[in-house]
């Protein structure tokens, strides 16, 4: 039961999250470390009088305790969770993309694009460069690029990778040099950098 009220809590966080004018530091987002960690940042209205930022940091740390129970070791740490002007920033860490899976139950990969084709990802999808407006890449270009990075996210959530984003399907709006907001949350989204 409370598994479920913090990934409603999640949900709710992630969908509201994303719409408006707030800059990415504003917003709930998933950044890409290059040692594999996930930082899961979420950011969201908390100043409904019933909100209490002692309950949910309980009813999280026990949920990440009894994952971390279950796999052995720490896989998940709470790193803060504060409350300003009726916003909370939680931020999560995952120390891979199958954690963050595992424990929202969503649909997330951070590797190479020979280890997402080899975990059964369907690379058949059409991409457009980040760079050069209107040039894209289908299937062959894509498993070429073995080496290069990939991220396959299924929420709408803002993106961050710690190398240059190069091509992005369609559902993805690159923002900057290394950051996209992902709007589709129904199918995969795919964002490949250096």
Do not use: W
């Not at 990440?64 to 939680?90: F, L, P």
């Not at 059409?126 to 991220?151: C, N, T, V, W």
Request: glycine share 8%; hydrophobic share 40%; proline share 1%.
């Amino acid at each position: 039961m409370r598994r479920l009220v913090l990934l409603l809590l999640a949900a709710a966080m992630l969908l509201a999250g994303c719409g408006g004018n707030k800059s990415t530091e504003d917003v709930t987002s998933l950044e890409f470390k290059k040692n594999g960690e996930v930082v899961h940042t979420i950011v969201e209205d908390f100043s409904a009088s019933y909100y209490s930022l002692e309950e949910l940091e309980s009813q999280v740390q026990a949920q990440v305790d009894e994952y971390n129970t279950n796999a052995g070791s720490q896989r998940i740490r709470v790193d803060s969770a504060e409350v300003t002007d009726g916003v909370i920033t939680m931020v999560m860490t995952f120390e891979g993309a199958e954690d963050y899976s595992s424990f929202y139950r969503q649909a997330l990969f951070c590797g190479t694009v020979k280890d997402a084709f080899n975990a059964g990802y369907d690379l058949d999808v059409q991409l457009a460069s980040a760079q050069a407006e209107g040039a894209s890449i289908g299937r062959q270009d894509i498993l070429e690029m073995g080496e290069r990075h990939i991220a396959v996210v299924r929420e709408p959530i803002v993106v961050k990778t710690y190398a240059d984003i190069l091509y992005a399907s369609g559902s993805v709006e690159v923002t900057g040099n290394r950051e996209a907001t992902v709007t589709d949350s129904q199918e995969l989204s795919y964002i490949i950098f250096r």
